[in-house]
T-cell receptor, first 113, second 115 residues
Framework: NAGVMQNPRHLVRRRGQEARLRCSPM?????VYWYRQLPEEGLKFMVY????????ESGMPKERFSAEFPKEGPSILRIQQVVRGDSAAYFC???????????FGPGTRLTVT | DQQVKQNSPSLSVQEGRISILNCDYT??????FLWYKKYPAEGPTFLIS?????DKNEDGRFTVFLNKSAKHLSLHIVPSQPGDSAVYFC??????????????FGAGTQVVVTP
């Protein structure tokens, strides 16, 4: 049973470009979470999705960031018009339901030049 | 606004001894807590959880203690092993008032287990 997969592992974008981060949850998991980790900080919650629905996006910046988890395919975190401050490690996690531990992917390290 | 705090950025412990990691929180609505371990270049790995109806949960070498009145939890690892050297994150959720998926994380504690 493969774990949570994220790709790409490293992504370099110039300011103003778009970044698309992909997350394939563990088999059987319908809950997906995105977190961001800035240097020297802990993980910050961004968004919680359950197949085709956004459950909680209270941690997501209002502008430029969006997330989806379609019925088929991976969850996508999309960042439009990236800025230097978006440089961070983005982690995706999945779980089979609520009130259980979340299983994390290896992360995508985004660098904005 | 950091609602989950791990005030010790690092901890060094001898192999075989007990590691005690501390975590404090400010939001009294938090009712579910997790501990994660993270190696470099990998995602966090779930270790152990505790809900607010309990004050202790044990799983092998790992025990988590919750003191709700003090808004404090701790993770005990005994005996510590070299493979335990990692960053440990404490996370909390206010599931009954917020969404269960929204976990607030502490900044982490780097544990180094020495021979």
């Amino acid at each position: 049973n493969a774990g949570v997969m994220q790709n790409p592992r490293h992504l370099v974008r110039r300011r103003g470009q778009e970044a698309r981060l992909r997350c394939s949850p563990m088999k059987g998991h319908s809950h997906v979470y995105w977190y961001r980790q800035l240097p020297e900080e802990g993980l910050k919650f961004m968004v919680y999705l359950q197949k085709e629905n956004i459950i909680d996006e209270s941690g997501m910046p209002k502008e430029r960031f969006s997330a989806e988890f379609p019925k088929e395919g991976p969850s996508i975190l999309r960042i439009q018009q990236v800025v230097r401050g978006d440089s961070a490690a983005y982690f995706c996690a999945s779980s089979p339901g609520q009130l259980v531990g979340q299983y994390f992917g290896p992360g995508t390290r985004l660098t904005v030049t | 606004d950091q609602q989950v705090k791990q005030n010790s950025p690092s901890l060094s412990v001898q192999e075989g001894r007990i590691s005690i990691l501390n975590c404090d929180y400010t939001n009294s609505m938090f009712d579910y807590f997790l501990w994660y371990k993270k190696y470099p270049a990998e995602g966090p790995t779930f270790l152990i959880s505790i809900s607010s109806i309990k004050d202790k949960n044990e799983d092998g070498r790992f025990t988590v203690f919750l003191n709700k009145s003090a808004k404090h939890l701790s993770l005990h690892i005994v005996p510590s092993q070299p493979g335990d050297s990692a960053v440990y994150f404490c996370a909390a959720s206010a599931g009954t008032t917020d969404s269960w998926g929204k976990f607030q994380f502490g900044a982490g504690t780097q544990v180094v287990v020495t021979p």
